[in-house]
């Protein structure tokens, strides 16, 4: 699976736009773009994927380039709820040796302050 | 639709014990996985099981072990523990296609104290 980088942490205001950037330039064409959030000590929660398109749905935006080497997760209005560590991960379909895994890097760990 | 269950949510043991986790997926789905999170290693895949049977598994020794049953519930053992063994233990379910866009969802989580 493509490696992913993160910025490791992130700040933002309440009501704002969060704007997580997720770096994976050496994504190929088959490969997905995964989201997960999780909140302290509890699961990870699933939030949005995307293959080449932008994706929306009532959590979150996800916006890919072009040349798929980069993505950003945008969350439009901040709440204090959202504080989180967020997971951007690359899945690619290969069945076989990557039945139920997913590969978690470090995260950005994004605070969201009144 | 309920959610993925997992119980218990906090276990304490003591070194050499042996603990058995159990995880309920989300209704139809067949698939579970199983990943162990510290703070020093993050979350790190322990092993999937699908219809019964383990399809993958991770680089963890063999006293982590798991089964899962007709109804897609399962469990996962770690026998002989050790102190490196606390962490948060979380299972995540998805129908079990095998296709990248199959989506995992996880449980709670169940937290593992050694002492």
């Known amino acids: 699976d493509a490696k992913t980088t993160q910025p490791p942490s992130m700040d933002c205001a309440e009501g704002r736009a969060a704007n997580l950037p997720c770096n994976h330039s050496?994504?190929?064409?088959?490969?997905?773009v995964y989201w997960y959030r999780q909140i302290h000590s509890q699961g990870p929660q699933y939030i949005i994927h995307?293959?080449?398109n932008n994706e929306t749905n009532e959590m979150a935006s996800l916006i890919i380039t072009e040349d798929r080497k980069s993505s950003t997760l945008i969350l439009p209005h901040a709440t204090l709820r959202d504080t989180a560590v967020y997971y951007c991960?690359?899945?690619?379909?290969?069945?076989?040796?990557?039945?139920?895994?997913?590969?978690f890097g470090q995260g950005t760990i994004l605070t969201v302050h009144p | 639709k309920a959610g993925v269950t997992q119980t218990p949510r906090y276990l304490i043991k003591t070194r050499g014990q042996q603990v058995t986790l159990s995880c309920s997926p989300i209704?139809?789905?067949?698939?579970v996985s199983w990943y162990q999170q510290t703070p020093g290693q993050g979350l790190q895949f322990l092993f999937e099981?699908?219809?019964?049977?383990?399809?993958n598994k991770g680089n963890f020794p063999g006293r982590f072990s798991g089964r899962q049953f007709s109804n897609s519930r399962s469990e996962m053992n770690v026998s002989t523990l050790e102190l490196g063994d606390s962490a948060l233990y979380l299972c995540?379910?998805?129908?079990?296609?095998?296709?990248?866009?199959?989506?995992?969802?996880f449980g709670p989580g169940t937290r593992l104290t050694v002492l």
């Open positions: 995540a379910s998805s129908s079990g296609t095998g296709l990248v866009t199959d989506t995992q969802y």
């Open positions: 050496t994504i190929s064409g088959n490969e997905y």
């Open positions: 995307g293959l080449k």
């Open positions: 991960i690359v899945r690619v379909d290969r069945r076989g040796t990557s039945y139920g895994k997913l590969t």
């Open positions: 209704s139809g789905h067949r698939s």
């Open positions: 099981y699908f219809s019964e049977t383990q399809r």
